[in-house]
Antibody, heavy 121, light 110 residues
């Protein structure tokens, strides 16, 4: 059974940093692209970032480019999102999502339960 | 970048069939796969269709996806509606460097 478990969310002040983790199980992690998608309170889904199975290719939404960094440790079967220079607009539930294959950074077939990030003073 | 436009809401009775559309503003709908995600109130999204018409394991055959080049749109069809299908549904596609989501459609089963 595919499982994705996010952690690392919490309350942070504007300008602060946070690192999210997504622990994966139930599939061959290194064979799947992975993504982060967020949802602000009461709003729709917004894609944040994606990474190929090998980690060699990364992609970012314009809204986070230069502030967020996606990475993965295939030996630890974990996906990360380093978030710096956080703004109030980054307040959202952050979901990690699994791609179908190594190159499929552009889709998701399974999702985690999400972790809440609140940026506020 | 292109946009994906969905109806804000649809409603139908249990046992009936509903079709949710997703229209691409520019570029061909067939040039990039379309996914459909279901989000029940208070829950994380789940995938009901990926790569235009593929169902993940465990998704009932009542859910099907298609694309129509003539209208440049994708559709999610849910047949034999159940009250548990009441949720928000999002279509999603991509270009060379970004995912693009539709605004979401609230399905009411009454």
């Amino acid at each position: 059974e595919v499982q994705l478990l996010e952690s690392g969310g919490g309350l942070v002040q504007p300008g602060g940093s946070l690192r999210l983790s997504c622990a994966a199980s139930g599939f061959t992690f290194s064979s799947c692209g992975m993504s982060w998608v967020r949802q602000a309170p009461g709003k729709g889904l917004e894609w944040v970032s994606a990474i190929s199975g090998s980690g060699g290719s990364t992609y970012y939404a314009d809204s986070v480019k230069g502030r967020f960094t996606i990475s993965r440790d295939n030996s630890k079967i974990t996906l990360y999102l380093q978030m710096n220079s956080l703004k109030a607009d980054d307040t959202a539930v952050y979901y990690c999502a699994k791609g179908v294959r190594s190159s499929s950074w552009y889709e998701a077939d399974y999702w985690g339960q999400g972790t809440l990030v609140t940026v506020s003073s | 970048n292109f946009m994906l436009t969905q109806p804000h809401s649809v409603s139908e009775s249990p046992g009936k069939t509903v079709i949710i559309s997703c229209t691409r503003s520019s570029g061909s709908i067939a040039s990039n796969y379309v996914q459909w995600y279901q989000q029940r109130p208070g829950s994380a999204p789940t995938t009901v269709i990926y790569e235009d018409n593929q169902r993940p394991s465990g998704v009932p055959h009542r859910f099907s996806g298609s694309i129509d080049s003539s209208s440049n749109s994708a559709s999610l069809t849910i047949s034999g509606l159940k009250t548990e299908d009441e949720a928000d549904y999002y279509c999603q596609s991509y270009d060379s460097t970004n995912w693009v989501f539709g605004g979401g459609t609230k399905l009411t089963v009454l």
